[in-house]
């Protein structure tokens, strides 16, 4: 886990950090789903060297939706339309809860006045 950490450093601005990540699979990828404080990604691991590619990387402000599918499974489709369904090792209604937490404040009053 610390491997994961030591590259997210190197992902992230000067603005953003690490805030957790969970074991999981993307499809036929195994690797982890990182929480920072402005973005969520999917690192894929290639084998024991701990080397890293970025499947998947949508800053909070682009996220459309989050929920549980299973009791492992998570959806996240973005402000484009994808859907990315990550498995991970935790409880998937932790990690929606950890990424509803992350997500900017939505205004409860649309400013749009019907006249």
Same mark, same amino acid.
């Given at each position: 886990?610390?491997?994961?950490?030591?590259?997210?450093?190197?992902?992230?601005?000067?603005?953003?950090?690490?805030?957790?990540?969970? @074991?999981?699979?993307? #499809? !036929?990828?195994?690797?982890?789903?990182?929480?920072?404080?402005?973005? =969520?990604?999917?690192?894929?691991? +290639?084998?024991?060297?701990?080397?890293?590619?970025?499947?998947?990387?949508?800053?909070?402000?682009?996220?459309?939706?989050?929920?549980?599918?299973?009791?492992?499974?998570?959806?996240? @489709?973005?402000?484009? #339309? !994808?859907?990315?369904?990550?498995?991970?090792?935790?409880?998937?209604? =932790?990690?929606?809860?950890?990424? +509803?937490?992350?997500?900017?404040?939505?205004?409860?009053?649309?400013?749009?006045?019907?006249?």
């Amino acid at each position: 886990m610390s491997k994961v950490i030591e590259y997210t450093r190197n992902l992230f601005g000067d603005e953003d950090e690490y805030k957790c990540c969970y @074991r999981g699979n993307y #499809g !036929n990828k195994y690797g982890f789903l990182v929480l920072s404080n402005k973005r =969520l990604m999917f690192l894929h691991e +290639r084998g024991l060297s701990a080397d890293f590619d970025k499947v998947f990387d949508v800053p909070y402000d682009r996220v459309a939706d989050c929920n549980c599918v299973d009791r492992n499974l998570i959806s996240i @489709r973005d402000a484009e #339309g !994808n859907t990315h369904q990550v498995q991970t090792s935790a409880s998937s209604k =932790l990690v929606e809860q950890q990424i +509803r937490e992350l997500l900017p404040p939505t205004p409860l009053f649309s400013t749009n006045v019907i006249p």
